[in-house]
């Protein structure tokens, strides 16, 4: 150690903060400019559809039994093949997720039997007022590339019955 | 003469350019500071309100004045009240004596490039600096708040043991400018700036003004880590805008006022002396080169603030009354002896044994500071 390294290190330092200036800035500009989200990430739900339109929810309301927030309000009805919306019994009615009362936990997506609910990667959730916070199945719908997939569909009687709705594979990830 | 209604016109005029000057400077420092700690923090820093952010600093002030002002319920009402107006008027009126450019011809009149050309400029300026201190500590002690008290105190003890040396800074100018003049100083500095002849006295005069103004390395009575905010915790609103203005433009005007002593003022680069980009030539380059000395400037207190961390206050003592006020009496004797010699014997070559004989003492003086360290750890251990 010599006699000038405190002299020496002090001006090392302010030469390591002017090579800083020269670096490229690691700001996101975020509302222009948006980062990719992980795999993973659990943000505003989806309900999913299957390749004809149908909706994948049947429900069952075991995403409600599930919500550790209750923050999930399920209403089901009867099918029929004049006005099909699942390849149930049964379909959701009503499907309501309030987004101040969620957690984003994931626990609906792990309760589904029909892999209907999917947290998404939508995460601009802000609101003027409690009541545009709550988001109706209108709202968390999949939506379709063609109109007529939209349901309800009207379809020929005896195609789908009490073992229509596919079995579920193992999740993905 | 004072009846010349045009002299007060004149008066009048440049008053209100200075003012404007100084305050947009302020609002514009702000912008220029967190760019550029932005930039080395690699960040982008302001960039929303308008293009680059210029339109910033605007929309700071208009949520400063809508704010609420809160006055602590046993706080002395009056000081309270006064104490950012007593920072902030030194800040400003010091920038009267600073000049920024030479006389020139104008409707055929000669007007000074100064609010006032007085011969004891110097001596004014370290008067209304020593002002400045009233207001901070007359701030701490009417919040009735210790940590503001606090700031307050280390404040003016800290400005008070740093004003030793900045006086013997301004002394080191007035004996190489032969006058306390700030124009004839300016002027002295055509053929060669004076942080050329005396550098270590200079660099000295840079460090006690980052002391002066509080900002970082010695920024200790706005330590916001040991004391919230310091003199200031218990302002809010206008009243906090108006020592955050205060702190500003005492930066840019230190900043003038080290460019005037040392870095040749208003005045070109001395080998420009007699090329187009002299000032004798267009006076209108003097207050461009001022600004551009004073942006340098200032850019080195925002370097220093990324940089250094703050100094303990044992230490910042230590540092000031025990290494920078010897250190700058013995600068201030070299300059002397050095002039002296130069015209005893009429050699004006013999100016330059003053930097020569200033960085070896300078250096001197690293390895006493450096030999005390290690003496220290040595007993530590």
């Known amino acids: 150690m010599s006699v000038l390294d405190p002299v020496i290190e002090l001006v090392r330092g302010l030469g390591t903060t002017l090579k800083m200036m020269l670096e490229r800035p690691v700001t996101v500009q975020y509302p222009e400019q948006k980062r990719e989200v992980r795999p993973r990430f659990r943000g505003r739900h989806v309900l999913k559809r299957y390749e004809n339109g149908l909706e994948k929810c049947i429900g069952c309301s075991l995403c409600a039994a599930a919500c550790p927030a209750d923050a999930i309000f399920v209403e089901a009805a009867e099918n029929t093949d004049e006005k099909r919306f699942s390849p149930g019994e049964r379909y959701a009615s009503t499907y309501e997720i309030n987004m101040i009362r969620c957690i984003y936990c994931g626990y609906c997506e792990d309760a589904c039997p029909t892999e209907a609910i999917v947290l998404g990667d939508n995460y601009e959730l802000s609101f003027f007022d409690r009541r545009s916070a709550i988001y109706t199945k209108d709202m968390l719908l999949e939506s379709v590339p063609d109109p007529h997939m939209l349901t309800p569909q009207k379809v020929e009687p005896g195609v789908y019955n009490r073992r229509s709705v596919p079995e579920m594979k193992d999740p993905q990830d | ?381």
């Open chain 2, 1 to 381: 003469m004072l009846s010349d209604w045009t002299l007060w016109l004149e008066w009048f005029i440049k008053a209100v350019v200075l003012i404007l000057a100084l305050l947009t400077g302020f609002a514009y420092l702000t912008w220029y500071e967190r760019r550029a700690l932005a930039r080395i923090q690699t960040r982008i820093g302001p960039n929303r309100a308008g293009p680059q952010g210029l339109l910033q600093p605007i929309a700071d002030a208009v949520k400063l004045i809508f704010k609420e002002e809160l006055v602590p319920a046993k706080a002395d009402k009056i000081l309270f009240f006064w104490a950012p107006v007593i920072t902030m008027v030194p800040s400003i009126i010091i920038a009267a004596v600073i000049p920024f450019g030479p006389t020139v011809e104008l409707f055929g009149r000669k007007i000074s490039l100064s609010m006032a050309n007085i011969n004891v400029g110097v001596l004014y300026v370290m008067s209304i600096a020593s002002i400045a201190v009233y207001g901070i500590v007359l701030a701490g002690w009417s919040s009735n708040n210790k940590y503001a008290m606090l700031g307050g105190l280390r404040s003016s003890a800290q400005m008070i043991s740093y004003e030793l040396s900045l006086g013997l800074g301004f002394v080191v100018a007035i004996l190489l400018g032969n006058s306390m003049n700030l124009h004839e100083i300016v002027e002295k500095q055509r053929d060669i700036w004076f942080a050329l002849v005396q550098p270590v006295g200079a660099f000295i005069f840079l460090i006690v003004t980052l002391a002066e103004v509080n900002r970082a390395p010695f920024d200790m009575p706005e330590a916001e880590q040991e004391l919230t905010a310091g003199y200031h915790s218990e302002y809010s609103g206008m009243k906090f805008a108006l020592f955050f203005m205060a702190e500003y433009q005492k930066m840019i005007v230190i900043c003038m006022i080290a460019a005037t002593l040392f870095f040749g003022g208003y005045r070109e680069f001395w080998f420009l002396k007699d090329t187009f980009f002299s000032v004798d030539r267009n006076w209108w380059l003097g207050p461009i080169y001022m600004l551009a000395k004073v942006i340098v400037l200032l850019f080195f207190m925002i370097w220093i603030r990324a940089t250094w961390p703050r100094i303990r206050y044992d230490r910042l003592m230590a540092f000031g009354w025990k290494v920078l006020l010897p250190l700058s009496l013995a600068i201030v004797f070299i300059t002397a002896a050095g002039i002296l010699l130069a015209q005893e014997l009429n050699n004006p070559m013999l100016i330059w044994t003053i930097p020569v004989v200033s960085i070896m003492v300078g250096l001197f003086t690293v390895v006493m500071i450096y030999r005390e360290l290690r003496r220290k750890a040595y007993e530590r251990a």
